[in-house]
Nanobody, 110 residues
Framework: VQLQASGGGLVQTGGSLRLSCAVSGISVSMNGMDWYRQPPGKQREFVGF???????DYADSVKGRFTISRDNAKNTLYLQMRNLKPDDTAVYYC?????WGQGTLVTVSS
């Protein structure tokens, strides 16, 4: 399994970004997957998940602002982030059963 997150960057408070996770080795449509993030100097933390049947759930800190989706044809997972805050600054990772891949850095300026 290979996971490659992309789409990070610098954004102002209140802005939006969409992260992508290109997946190979498994089908995103048939597997549950997660997003995690690691803020600077802190431990990795859960952001949200999507189940094989499409159910999603999120950490309280991002609920109502972040949305997970997937494109089965592209075998890609997405994380749409809106109303970003400085506390959202982190390296973001997609995950499948402890397969982490390379993350993407999101920096939210105040």
């Amino acid at each position: 399994v290979q996971l490659q997150a992309s789409g990070g960057g610098l954004v102002q408070t209140g802005g939006s970004l969409r992260l992508s996770c290109a997946v190979s080795g498994i089908s995103v449509s048939m597997n549950g997957m997660d997003w995690y993030r690691q803020p600077p100097g802190k431990q990795r933390e859960f952001v949200g998940f999507v189940t094989p049947n499409g159910r999603t759930d999120y950490a309280d800190s991002v609920k109502g602002r972040f949305t997970i989706s997937r494109d089965n044809a592209k075998n890609t997972l997405y994380l749409q982030m809106r109303n970003l805050k400085p506390d959202d600054t982190a390296v973001y990772y997609c995950n499948f059963r402890d397969n982490w891949g390379q993350g993407t850095l999101v920096t939210v300026s105040s």
